[in-house]
């Protein structure tokens, strides 16, 4: 008995194996379809995004081609400025003998914006230096000298004197969308012109915190130390935006990078070439983003528009009539849905020239004529 339970289950054992290796090398002796990975349908665009090279690879050397030139490195140093209390003998006594303070040294990016040697930078970049050294791509250096400064975006305006000077061409930064490819140009840690590539992440980020004036450009093209006030730029190689700040946890790139617009350095570059300085307006409110809550406690249908908490005695604003608990949905034409738009809105008003605000209230809709001051540089809690 034991021997034939023995040679069936050897005859099972064998016949199983001859299954198993039928049903996967011929499955159609048994009438089965074989088995097939599944495959998940995709859309794929009918043509290249961006320029194609000759042997089948996306390439923007074009684009770095045209742009890098005008892109130049900014060496910055400050005079050592030594203890006045090292010469005094209880001084030493107590501390020892305080040698000379080194010399402060930066390193930053710019680009030439015209033919006359201006060079767009970041105002952090050049910050109470004394000596900045511009360094142009091909090698040529030069001493820079600052023509005028605009903390409130962050800019400086250089000159530099040197001939047959490489230009960027200034591109239309409003014309942006998520999405659109980007390089990045600049000086990285003091390594040399480097390119790198990305999208632009997002438009009008504003209350970051870095500027009183914020409608930056965020970008994931890898940003880095030494690349601020260099280029952003498409893939034709025009600016888009002048390279400003990253969010960093390790002060490196994390793909979080944040340029101001070219519209926004168009107007600074041409006013300080014009006047020497920015001007811009200045009515005397203290505003406040409009929530549902304000809304209901001043008696206003809820809806666009920045709510004024606080108004400066015999300001501008005072004098035109405006008063807490207005909410203001437009400045000269121009709709402001929030605290950004109201303070840029302003900002753009000509000192000394009546402009009109629609102004809402609990009883009604008007439109009152205000004019503007002479913005001066404010501290964070002052009316705008």
């Known amino acids: 008995m034991k021997r034939l339970w023995l040679v069936f289950a050897q005859t099972v054992?064998?016949?199983?194996?001859?299954?198993?290796?039928?049903?996967?090398?011929?499955?159609?002796?048994?009438?089965?379809?074989p088995v097939v990975a599944s495959v998940v349908p995709v859309l794929e665009s009918n043509g290249p995004a961006i320029p194609f090279t000759g042997n089948g690879l996306q390439s923007f050397s074009a684009a770095a081609r045209l742009a890098?030139?005008?892109?130049?490195?900014?060496?910055?140093?400050?005079?050592?400025?030594?203890?006045?209390?090292?010469?005094?003998?209880?001084?030493?006594?107590?501390?020892?003998?305080?040698?000379?303070?080194?010399?402060?040294?930066?390193?930053?990016?710019?680009?030439?914006?015209?033919?006359?040697?201006?060079?767009?930078?970041?105002?952090?970049?050049?910050?109470?230096a004394d000596e900045i050294e511009v360094i142009l791509n091909d090698g040529r250096k030069g001493v820079a000298k600052v023509i005028g400064t605009d903390p409130e975006t962050d800019l400086a305006i250089l000159?530099?004197?040197?001939?047959?000077?490489?230009?960027?061409?200034?591109?239309d930064?409003?014309?942006?969308?998520?999405?659109?490819?980007?390089?990045?140009?600049?000086?990285?840690?003091?390594?040399?012109?480097?390119?790198?590539?990305?999208?632009v992440s997002a438009l009008g980020r504003t209350q970051l915190g870095i500027n009183t004036f914020e409608n930056f450009i965020q970008t994931d093209a890898a940003i880095n130390p030494g690349n601020s006030g260099g280029a952003l730029v498409d893939i034709q190689?025009?600016?888009?935006?002048?390279?400003?700040?990253?969010?960093?946890?390790?002060?490196?790139?994390m793909g979080i990078g944040f340029a101001i617009p070219t519209s926004t350095a168009r107007s600074v570059l041409e006013a300080i070439v014009r006047d020497g300085q920015v001007t811009r307006g200045w009515i005397g409110v203290?505003?406040?983003?409009?929530?549902?809550?304000?809304?209901?406690?001043?008696?206003?249908?809820?809806?666009?528009?920045?709510?004024?908490?606080?108004?400066?005695?015999?300001?501008?604003?005072?004098?035109?009539?405006?008063?807490?608990?207005?909410?203001?949905?437009?400045?000269?034409?121009?709709?402001?849905?929030?605290?950004?738009?109201?303070?840029?809105?302003?900002?753009?008003?000509k000192p000394g020239e009546a402009a009109s605000l629609a102004i809402t209230r609990r009883d009604g809709n008007t439109v009152l004529d205000v004019i503007p001051g002479r913005r001066t540089l404010p501290?964070?809690?002052?009316?705008r």
Do not use: C
């Open 159 to 171: 000159k530099v004197e040197l001939g047959d000077l490489p230009v960027i061409t200034l591109g």
């Open 173 to 199: 930064s409003d014309s942006l969308a998520i999405g659109d490819l980007v390089l990045a140009i600049g000086n990285p840690f003091g390594v040399g012109q480097t390119v790198t590539s990305g999208i």
């Open 68 to 128: 890098s030139p005008a892109v130049v490195s900014i060496n910055t140093s400050k005079a050592a400025v030594n203890n006045p209390a090292a010469a005094d003998p209880w001084f030493r006594f107590f501390f020892g003998e305080q040698g000379p303070s080194q010399q402060q040294a930066g390193l930053g990016s710019g680009v030439i914006v015209s033919p006359a040697g201006y060079i767009l930078t970041n105002n952090h970049v050049i910050e109470e």
């Open 286 to 349: 203290e505003p406040q983003d409009l929530t549902p809550e304000l809304a209901e406690s001043f008696g206003i249908a809820n809806g666009q528009g920045v709510i004024i908490t606080g108004v400066l005695q015999n300001g501008p604003a005072a004098q035109a009539g405006i008063r807490p608990g207005d909410v203001i949905t437009q400045v000269a034409g121009r709709q402001v849905a929030n605290v950004a738009q109201l303070l840029t809105a302003v900002a753009a008003l």
């Open 13 to 33: 054992t064998v016949l199983l194996a001859a299954f198993f290796v039928v049903a996967t090398l011929k499955p159609e002796w048994l009438n089965r379809k």
């Open 237 to 253: 190689g025009r600016l888009m935006g002048i390279n400003t700040a990253i969010y960093s946890r390790s002060g490196g790139s």
């Open 379 to 383: 501290n964070q809690t002052q009316a």
